[in-house]
């Protein structure tokens, strides 16, 4: 098998870091304070398993019953916990394509196959995606997804799952930066689930937290397939922390929206069509300029994006939405490269 390829992380040099969706800004100045207080009390005993506080936090938030909710070392790890649980040797995985490459991977990992189903042009899904099949155990919808940006409406999600034989899980990694969200869509239907990750709107990237949003009597057979103590006992308190200062959250999330937007425009001012989106990136491509010539040119400026080839699709650049500075640094280096002039 080929495993995952994560994003480049270079350890040497200054680079700005435009290719994982990190977010460009530090994260609530609570979630230091309570790392540290956790680092005091000691590391000799063993986490939570169930990561408790942070559950009472995440339902008050979500307006749910705490055991509604199961925490993992990143959503990465509600992704492998899931599929663990639902899918076994000779089964089937339904994904949809252009999407997260991951998906395929943990499938390969259980023995099991993964159905890719090709988003049409205009980035809805086929019909195709909610049928049938026999050996169909699970399905993963990223909402909004990458590399595009783009979401199904909750309409289309409700029938999905009305049609679909198996469990259906909504990865919402970059949900609080759309227009809406699938977390009450739970309680209307057993199937669908909910993922969530601290990474990207809590600028915790580094602190590797997740959750799952699903009905209790889910939950309770999910755990019993997690890992012991699969999340610490810093990142639990610094996760707490961080989804308990909502003030925090709702002003970075207007910030990185609002820097979305012009760096929108701006690169359409540079002649890239770029699709409208919903999270903290943006994918573009160029009607002359091949991706893949422009992505080694800006890494060799030292300008990090993520270059994305899709069998029967195409490549393009997604780029993270940085800083007004990280911004401004990669639009006039694309400028000069294109040899066209930057408003």
């Known amino acids: 098998m080929q495993g995952y390829t994560p994003g480049e992380q270079p350890q040497g040099g200054a680079f700005i870091k435009l290719n994982t969706n990190e977010n460009p800004y530090p994260c609530s100045i609570d979630v230091l304070e309570a790392v540290y207080l956790a680092l005091a009390r000691g590391l000799q005993k063993y986490p939570d398993p169930m990561a408790t506080t942070f559950r009472k936090a995440a339902a008050r938030v979500h307006n749910i019953d705490p055991d509604w909710i199961l925490c993992g070392n990143g959503s990465d790890d509600i992704l492998t916990i899931l599929t663990r649980a639902f899918v076994g040797s000779g089964d089937l995985l339904r994904l949809p394509t252009p999407s997260y490459v991951l998906y395929k991977t943990l499938a390969q990992i259980q023995g099991a196959q993964s159905e890719e189903i090709r988003f049409n042009d205009d980035w809805t899904l086929p019909p195709e995606f909610a049928a049938s099949r026999p050996q169909l155990k699970l399905a993963f919808l990223p909402n909004p997804n990458s590399p595009s940006g783009t979401m199904v ?6 029938d999905l799952a009305d049609k679909l034989p198996c469990p259906l899980l909504i990865d919402e990694a970059y949900a609080d930066f759309a227009s809406f ?6 309680a209307q239907n057993e199937k669908i689930m909910v993922s969530r990750t601290l990474s990207k709107s809590y600028a915790l990237a580094g602190l590797r937290f997740g959750y799952l949003i699903a009905q209790p009597q889910i939950i309770h057979d999910l755990v019993k397939v997690k890992d012991s103590y699969n999340c610490d006992s810093l990142s639990i308190a610094g ?18 929206k609002a820097t979305r937007q012009r760096l929108t425009a701006a690169l359409a001012e540079l002649g890239f069509s770029v699709l409208p989106s919903e999270a903290n990136f943006v994918w573009c491509t ?12 800006l890494k060799n400026e030292r300008i990090l994006v993520r270059y994305m080839n899709y069998p029967q699709w ?30």
């Open 153 to 158: 409406a909750r309409e289309a999600i409700l």
């Open 181 to 186: 969200n699938c977390v009450d869509l739970v």
């Open 239 to 256: 996760a707490t922390a961080a989804i308990n200062d909502q003030q925090w959250l709702a002003e970075n999330v207007a910030q990185i």
């Open 286 to 297: 160029h009607p002359s300029q091949p991706a893949q010539p422009l992505y080694a040119a």
């Open 314 to 343: 195409g490549d393009g650049l997604r780029i993270s939405v940085g800083s007004e500075s990280e911004n401004m640094r990669l639009l006039q280096t694309l400028a000069r490269i294109l040899g066209v002039k930057l408003r």
